[in-house]
């Protein structure tokens, strides 16, 4: 972080909102920390969009306190030079063109009026800016709402699953305009109801499930403290599990071998390859060896606590919110 | 606040919604007078006095005022497209100051709906005195005081235009919004009007108001015809300049005072 300029800190502090008997954010505290990717992570329903909004002063919280920079963002002096937000990627006016859209909240945030066409330039919309934004695509659409928030030239991004719809290909795109942010020494906050997702960028990571905290702190060391695992599909499985709680001086031995629903193993406490060479020398078959890092594993329980009963893996990626449209 | 005022311009002027509404004053003002003027409300069923007479004069541009419906519902879009394209969340994080946003818009529609309301009396103006200058028809009142009556309804449009707003902010939903707004003015104050009783506040009703500013009590007459009482004595063409003013006083405040705590999703 050296030389870099500093963003400011974003401070959760016992914020909760309630509807009706519904806690959807619970005396959550956090803090991210400037010139690094965080990743909020949890569920869908978890309470993420809800504490972004509150956060950015579109939702009064029941209690606690949400600041950037130790104020809150209705206080900030020039709200939108300071903090960029992607929540919505449909907020457009469908008569507005890609351009009016862009000029109206530069006016309102009193930007300079050259910003619109290097955003454009920038997010590759300058060749489609002029037609009016309902014969925009789910891309073209998150590409304008990403343009929206990099008006003011913020130093704070709230990315709000920025990741939604989009193909692949939009999707590496994104990770490489993040990483590049990042790299100019921006505080980035981007949600996810998929670590996959976000894991190549996001240096810290904010867990929450049903409104409340699970895990906040740099990844590495959540994942230093939440070992990974290796899942290994075997028709040896029973063999292979005594073998692997016997272990073997060269390869080790696991703490703990799960029998899951669907026959495979899951091996606490060794590496991938040690668990391969054990079962070779064992003559035992594998058919499939998976490394689950620490924080997958207690991601996808969390997801999978939610309903989904049983299948230990998250939901299927769909957009539950533009569904619900 | 001159930049939201100026971000609600563009926005206003982003879409085609301008053009119609000045196609629509033009066809309201100087179409509808227009044809009436050269019809004559001599030959109107039932006959009206003609235009050589003030009560004729009188008649056909009071029509005018019939016709507030169209800015206040172009009024309500100011908030309920917000809404409805859920812009709201772009526009609170650009100008957390909702308070600011409301009164920007205010200004702007207010504006917006004073140009509307003088193209419509411009043509108006223009159809009328060219309507009774083919016909060789002398009008019953001096040019002067055709023009004077008719800065009425152009300041009526502008308050229309503001209660429009605010009904807006009122009421989120953009369908049901317009609903409320067009209901109230066509069916809404007559309804009202049959309540024994009620109709003695019609002076008072935004619509009592409109007709003693434009000086056009169709309403107030018909509704003493047909219920034969006595007719409604409506309030002077002041009075009812400063009530309307009062209305679209008390509207911008709940414009600018009901979006405060809402959650925006």
Redesign the interface.
């Known amino acids: 972080m050296s030389g870099r300029p500093q963003g400011p800190h974003i401070e959760v502090s016992g914020l909760t909102k309630r509807y009706g008997a519904v806690r959807a954010v619970d005396d959550l505290s956090f803090t991210v920390r400037p010139g690094v990717v965080t990743g909020f992570l949890g569920p869908n329903g978890a309470g993420k969009?809800t504490t972004m909004?509150m956060i950015?002063?579109?939702?009064?919280p029941t209690s606690g306190t949400a600041t950037i920079g130790g104020r809150r963002?209705?206080d900030?002096p020039r709200?939108?030079a300071t903090?960029g937000?992607v929540?919505?990627a449909?907020?457009?006016?469908?008569?507005?063109?890609a351009r009016?859209?862009l000029?109206?909240?530069r006016?309102?945030?009193?930007h300079p009026a050259d910003r619109v066409d290097e955003l454009l330039t920038r997010l590759g919309l300058a060749e489609v800016a002029d037609r009016p934004t309902r014969t925009f695509s789910t891309g073209m659409r998150q590409r304008l709402s990403l343009a929206?928030a990099l008006?003011g030239d913020p130093r704070v991004l709230l990315l709000d699953e920025p990741g939604n719809g989009l193909d692949p290909e939009g999707i590496a795109w994104l990770r490489a305009l993040l990483r590049g942010l990042a790299a100019e020494g921006r505080t980035v906050l981007i949600s996810s109801h998929v670590l996959s997702e976000v894991q190549q960028i996001v240096e810290d990571v904010v867990v929450i499930r049903k409104g409340r905290l699970v895990a906040a702190g740099p990844l590495a060391e959540i994942e230093r403290s939440s070992p990974g695992t290796v899942l290994v599909r075997s028709p040896d499985a029973a063999e292979l599990r005594a073998a692997l709680l016997r272990g073997t001086a060269r390869d080790g031995v696991a703490d703990r071998v799960d029998l899951m629903a669907d026959g495979s193993l899951r091996v606490y406490g060794m590496a991938d390859r040690a668990v391969a060479d054990l079962a070779a020398a064992e003559r035992l078959r594998v058919h499939g060896l998976t490394a689950e890092a620490g924080l997958e594993r207690l991601f996808l329980r969390l997801a999978g606590d939610d309903g989904a009963g049983g299948h230990d893996r998250p939901r299927a990626a769909t957009d539950e919110k533009a569904a619900r449209r | 606040m001159n930049?939201?005022v100026?971000?609600e311009f563009?926005?206003l002027s982003?879409?085609?919604l301008p053009l119609w509404a000045l196609l629509a004053a033009v066809v309201l003002g100087g179409g509808m007078v227009g044809a009436m003027t050269l019809v004559g409300p001599e030959n109107f069923d039932p006959p009206a006095p003609g235009l050589d007479t003030e009560a004729g004069v009188r008649s056909v541009l009071g029509m005018l005022s019939f016709t507030v419906f169209l800015p206040a519902a172009l009024g309500t879009l100011a908030m309920t497209?917000e809404y409805r394209?859920?812009?709201a969340?772009?526009?609170?994080?650009?100008?957390?100051?909702r308070r600011r946003v409301l009164t920007a818009k205010l200004v702007a529609y207010g504006v917006a709906g004073l140009l509307y309301g003088l193209v419509l009396t411009g043509t108006a103006a223009a159809a009328f005195f060219g309507g009774v200058a083919v016909r060789g028809v002398t009008p019953g009142m001096a040019s002067g005081e055709v023009l004077g009556l008719l800065v009425r309804p152009a300041v009526a449009m502008a308050v229309y235009t503001l209660l429009g707003v605010a009904a807006g902010a009122l009421i989120r939903h953009q369908v049901a919004a317009l609903a409320v707004v067009v209901g109230y003015l066509y069916a809404g104050e007559y309804l009202l009007m049959m309540i024994p009783g009620v109709k003695l506040l019609y002076p008072l009703l935004p619509g009592g108001a409109t007709a003693s500013l434009t000086g056009f009590s169709y309403v107030a007459d018909t509704m003493a015809a047909e219920l034969a009482t006595g007719p409604v004595p409506l309030l002077s063409p002041v009075g009812g300049a400063l009530l309307l003013a009062g209305y679209a006083l008390v509207a911008a405040f709940v414009a600018v005072l009901v979006p405060m705590?809402r959650?925006?999703?």
């Open positions: 969009s909004r950015l002063g579109l939702v009064a963002y209705v900030l709200p939108s903090v937000a929540l919505d449909s907020a457009v006016h469908p008569g507005h063109s009016d859209h000029h109206i909240y006016t309102m945030g009193g929206t008006l | 930049a939201l100026k971000a563009r926005r982003a879409t085609r497209s394209h859920r812009t969340t772009h526009t609170f994080l650009h100008a957390p100051r705590r959650d925006v999703h």
